[in-house]
Nanobody, 126 residues
Framework: VQLQASGGGLVQAGGSLSLSCAASGRTVSGYAIGWFRQAPGKDREFVAGISSSGGMTLYADSVKGRFTISRDNAKNTVFLQTNTLKPEDTADYYC????????????????????WGQGTLVTVSS
C-alpha cells in the first residue's frame, strides 16, 4: 500500500490544520494507521493511531483532547484533525500503516509499521 500525507502548512498558535493520508494500491480497510511526527533533531514519535475498522483510537498524551484521528475506508483515507496547535507541535507529520485485524491494540512504535508516506510539514508560529 502507498501512502501520501497532505494538509500541512503554517499556522499561528491556537489554530487548526486538517491532515489527510490517502492510500493507494490496496484498500486501507485491513490496515491500522498511525500518525507520527518528527521535529528537527528529535526522534520520530507516535501522535495518534486508529484500528482498521476505526473502532479504536489512541493518542499521545501531548495531543490528547486537541487532535482527532478518523478514517473513511470507502475513500481510502485517514484524517488527523489538529486543533489548538502549539509551537511545540511543529514537525514533519507522517502517516504509516500496518496490516492488522480490528480488535488488536493500537501500535505505537515506529518499527511496528511497515508502510510509510512522505511527511507533511506543520509549522506553528507563536
Amino acid at each position: 500500500v502507498q501512502l501520501q500525507a497532505s494538509g500541512g502548512g503554517l499556522v499561528q498558535a491556537g489554530g487548526s490544520l486538517s491532515l489527510s493520508c490517502a492510500a493507494s494500491g490496496r484498500t486501507v480497510s485491513g490496515y491500522a494507521i498511525g500518525w507520527f511526527r518528527q521535529a528537527p533533531g528529535k526522534d520520530r514519535e507516535f501522535v495518534a493511531g486508529i484500528s482498521s475498522s476505526g473502532g479504536m483510537t489512541l493518542y499521545a498524551d501531548s495531543v490528547k483532547g486537541r487532535f482527532t484521528i478518523s478514517r473513511d475506508n470507502a475513500k481510502n483515507t485517514v484524517f488527523l484533525q489538529t486543533n489548538t496547535l502549539k509551537p511545540e507541535d511543529t514537525a514533519d507529520y507522517y502517516c504509516a500503516a500496518v496490516e492488522r485485524g480490528s480488535g488488536y491494540r493500537i501500535l505505537e512504535r515506529v518499527i511496528e509499521y511497515n508502510y510509510w508516506g512522505q511527511g507533511t510539514l506543520v509549522t506553528v508560529s507563536s
